[in-house]
């Protein structure tokens, strides 16, 4: 392969509930780090932190590559990995996931609460007056200057905007900024629920930072659209499983009478609710199983506990597994607790844990990020035999105080 082709690699990274936050880049004179744009706010906030730690690695002398060398064997890190430009790792960061929807309409008000029933009596009393919007200002002051120009919304459609912020709809779990606005539907058809609070989430705060953005969704449909596809959704169940609840699906049960909407009495009652198979929370990919893996870290007086959860594939669980249980190895032995009841424990439940893993068929392919490198077994790792040294230090004391009592 050319030195083009390589001339950037990176590391995917995931937060401790496994969402994956972004990316750590390095080319051969810089290192960066870029945002999953359909993250999480915590997600953001963790991606701060690895941002600081690769600039401080690099300042303090360490080649680009060296950094993702580095920091790769941190928990969450997944391993480096070569592309041929910064538009691999720009093309990873657009990609939206099943559980990103879920999280989006999780924000949204409890289906039996009142602001769901306001948000359909404030949308019902709309007239086209009230969404025909007037603009006030851009005249010339006497001092010369002109009045900027803004948007005079009428009472009832201030109350539609309210009622979006009322069911939720309005969120910080999504940062529109640099995400591009879902567009209008055609006529009569609704968004996908998830891209509905997205929406909504652009249009409201979007107002903030320039005049007609409301407006302009007004216009163009998208406004209505919204409210309607939140409107059919929490008619439908307000069940947050995008992958069973299509605009299909909503405008069908939004539309029925209420006697076609009950539950089909052929289904027994107690059948538990259908349960979308399990991906791997790094991948993407399935089979998965829902395992724990944990690290332990003792330093005299000071002990540090870590642990890394959610389902996992064959692969990343064994990557994880392998991480983890060296680390431990390595670090987890250096204080007496540590030594004969926490660093034990640890092992012992990743033993149990990793049997969950190894039963798994290989994983399909991916669709949340690359996937992790399980690297050698945990046996030929030179790291995980510093655990001995403790060890046999507590076997040469009891061996020396069974001589001595001798």
């Known amino acids: 392969m050319s030195e083009t082709a390589m001339s950037l690699h990176y590391v995917t990274v995931t937060t401790p509930t496994q969402e994956v936050a972004g990316f750590l880049w390095a080319d051969a004179t810089d290192v960066g780090w870029t945002d999953r744009l359909a993250g999480s706010v915590a997600a953001y906030h963790a991606g701060r932190e690895w941002a600081r730690q690769a600039r401080e690695a690099h300042e303090r002398g360490l080649a680009p590559l060296g950094v993702l060398n580095l920091l790769s064997r941190e928990p969450g890190a997944g391993p480096v990995t070569a592309a041929p430009g910064k538009e691999t790792v720009e093309e990873l960061a657009r990609i939206v996931t099943p559980e990103d929807d879920r999280r989006l309409l999780a924000q949204l008000a409890p289906p039996d609460d009142d602001a769901w029933r306001e948000l359909a009596e404030a949308f019902d009393a709309l007239t086209d007056e009230d969404r025909d919007v007037k603009w006030g200002g851009g005249h010339k002051l006497p001092s010369g200057a002109t009045h900027v120009a803004f948007p005079l919304y009428s009472k009832p459609l201030q109350r539609a905007v309210d009622a979006l912020h009322g069911v939720g709809a309005v969120t910080p779990e999504h940062r529109w900024m640099g995400v591009p606005m879902p567009k209008p539907p055609p006529e009569g058809q609704l968004l996908a629920p998830a891209d509905a609070v997205r929406a909504a989430t652009a249009i409201v705060r979007g107002e903030r930072f320039c005049d007609g953005h409301i407006a302009e969704s007004v216009e163009d449909g998208l406004f209505d659209a919204v409210a309607a596809t939140l409107r059919a959704w929490h008619a439908s169940g307000a069940t947050a499983d995008t992958s069973t609840v299509t605009a299909d699906t909503m405008r069908a049960t939004a539309d029925a009478p ?62 994880v597994y392998r991480t983890l249980t060296t680390y431990t190895l390595w670090q987890g032995w250096w204080s007496p607790f540590s030594l004969f009841v926490f660093a034990p424990l640890a092992l012992v439940r990743n033993a149990l844990a990793v049997r969950h893993v190894r039963k798994l068929a290989a994983p399909g392919p991916g669709t949340g990020g690359p996937r992790f490198d399980p690297g050698v077994p945990v046996r030929r790792r030179p790291l995980a035999y510093v655990g001995l040294v403790p060890v046999l230090w507590v076997l040469v004391m009891i061996v020396s105080g069974l001589a001595g009592g001798a």
């Open 258 to 319: 209420a006697a076609t909407v009950a539950t089909d009495s052929s289904v027994p009652a107690d059948r538990p609710p259908h349960q979308p198979p399990a991906v791997c929370r790094f991948c993407g990919g399935s089979p998965a199983v829902d395992v724990t893996f944990r690290a332990h870290q003792a330093l005299l007086v000071l002990m540090r506990f870590k642990k890394t959860a959610g389902p996992m594939c064959l692969t990343c669980g064994l990557a």
